[in-house]
């Protein structure tokens, strides 16, 4: 399974029954500050990491950004 962004409480419930529903053997990345730690997202309705409700196997802890365009003079 791949998550990539946030996980609100919300969709909570619904990514650990995914992850109950996967066959053996299972593996977890979690993509991105977001998904990993919450991120920028401090509020009562994100959780603080994915990793509070199913483990995870590997962690990128950062998303690469998108390459500034070149500007032609």
Do not use: H
């Given at each position: ?55 995870v ?17």
């Open positions: 399974m791949i998550v990539a962004g946030t996980v609100t409480y919300k969709m909570a419930g619904a990514v650990k029954r995914i992850y109950d529903q996967m066959p053996e053997p299972r593996w977890v990345i979690a993509m991105g500050a977001c998904a990993s730690t919450g991120g920028m997202y401090r509020s009562y309705a994100v959780l603080q990491g994915v990793d509070n409700i199913i483990p196997t590997f962690t990128f802890p950062a998303v690469r950004r998108a390459p500034k365009p070149c500007s032609t003079r």
